[in-house]
């Protein structure tokens, strides 16, 4: 069943722990996204990557980190240094060419007290 | 800078048709982008135009002008389960998309 998995789809977290947010995908995507979305904004691009082995900052990469070892996996962990975690999380994915389409993954709604 | 702007909340009748209106001012443009996201899920992939004109998938469709930076989304014999968030969304010069924050749409009996 091809698709793009993101769990939890719940977390919570007390403050000043970090946390790592799983994205997996099957499509054989070769480009893959974190999104932070927030009541009322548009979604933010965190991270982003297209190739094996190697990502980019997007517009709010401060308090985040990434790494992309396979190229089904793109795990995102949000650090203590990221002022308000809370919100909801986006992993995409899509091909390389010229405007692909991005296809989302269910979301994790991360929640620190 | 880099805007997108759509109106927050629309409301309409079922049976009805409504269109909801996105404008942009991007750095470049490389295609313009609407998903549909229901409260507290992923947005799904509605539609995506790059040249002029209208483009019609079933009961929806989209519309983009380059030239007046404008496109529009319609939708036709609405129903219960359109009631959801319209996001517009632009592909930059750098093929990043760039996202509105979103039309809440509600439909009505």
């Known amino acids: 069943d091809g698709g793009i998995t993101q769990s939890p789809k719940y977390l919570f977290r007390k403050e000043g722990q970090n946390v790592t947010l799983s994205c997996e995908q099957n499509?054989?995507?070769?480009?893959m996204y974190w999104y932070r979305q927030d009541p009322g904004q548009g979604l933010r691009l965190i991270y982003y990557?297209?190739?094996?082995?190697?990502?980019q900052k997007g517009d709010i990469a401060e308090g985040y980190s990434v790494s992309r070892e396979k190229k089904e996996s793109f795990p995102l962990t949000v650090t203590s240094a990221q002022k308000n975690p809370t919100a909801f999380y986006l992993c995409?994915?899509?091909?390389?060419?010229?405007?692909?389409?991005?296809?989302f993954g269910p979301g994790t709604r991360l929640t620190v007290l | 800078g880099q805007n997108i702007d759509q109106p927050t909340e629309m409301t309409a009748t079922e049976g009805a048709i409504v269109q909801i209106n996105c404008t942009y001012q991007?750095?470049?443009?490389?295609?313009l982008f609407w998903y549909q996201q229901h409260a507290g899920e992923a947005p799904t992939f509605l539609s995506y135009?790059?040249l002029d004109g209208l483009e019609e998938k079933g009961r929806f469709s989209s519309f983009l002008s380059r030239s007046k930076g404008y496109s529009y989304l319609l939708l036709k014999e609405l129903q219960m389960k359109d009631s959801a968030s319209y996001l517009c969304?632009?592909?930059?010069?750098?093929?990043?998309?760039?996202w509105g924050a979103g039309t809440k749409l509600i439909i009505k009996p």
């Open positions: 990557s297209q190739i094996v082995n190697d990502f």
């Open positions: 969304a632009v592909s930059d010069s750098n093929y990043q998309l760039i």
């Open positions: 499509l054989n995507h070769d480009a």
């Open positions: 135009n790059v």
């Open positions: 995409a994915t899509s091909g390389v060419r010229e405007a692909d389409t991005q296809y």
């Open positions: 991007t750095s470049g443009f490389n295609g």
